[in-house]
């Protein structure tokens, strides 16, 4: 079964690329590639990821103008993105790498005046939550994003705009 759905996948995606061109998508990975390592290495970007967003909005725009729907822009842009970046050997962090407690050195100690979940002031005792009701509140919007596929992260996203 899931040998059968990575098949499905496999095929979409080989049928958006096809409807690039390969040799326009080649063209573009490679032209991407160049883009990416000469943005990091110049220091304009933090990392190979820096120049994701900008990239994913200009080429999903670009194809909708020609037009192409937004969502198969989108998926073929992902793909195209994902192709640049393994070629360019970035490995994206895990989530808990972006949070600020990850690079927060050991031993540091961090003075909060406020509840994380809800900014109200903390009571004498508490460090980071002024009640048990805010932690499991936090520690539950965490994990449901962490636990997010791409397809439901867009959902969610778009229903912000």
Avoid at 12 to 17: E, F, I, T, Y
């Amino acid at each position: 079964m899931a040998k059968a759905r990575r098949k499905e996948e496999r095929r979409k995606r080989d049928a958006r690329r096809g409807r690039l061109g390969p040799g326009r998508y080649d063209a573009l990975v490679a032209e991407l590639v160049r883009c990416v390592k000469l943005a990091f290495e110049a220091g304009a970007t933090g990392s190979l990821f820096g120049m994701e967003g900008p990239l994913r909005h200009e080429i999903r725009s670009d194809l909708c103008l020609q037009a192409w729907g937004w969502a198969a822009a989108d998926l073929l842009v992902r793909d195209l993105l994902s192709d640049v970046f393994n070629k360019v050997g970035a490995e994206r962090p895990a989530w808990n790498e972006g949070q600020p407690e990850w690079v927060i050195e050991s031993g540091t100690l961090i003075e909060r005046t406020r509840c994380v979940n809800c900014s109200r002031p903390l009571l004498d005792g508490r460090k980071k939550f002024c009640s048990d009701l805010c932690a499991n509140t936090h520690h539950a919007r965490v994990t449901y994003r962490k636990e997010m596929t791409e397809e439901r992260i867009l959902a969610t996203v778009s229903r912000w705009i």
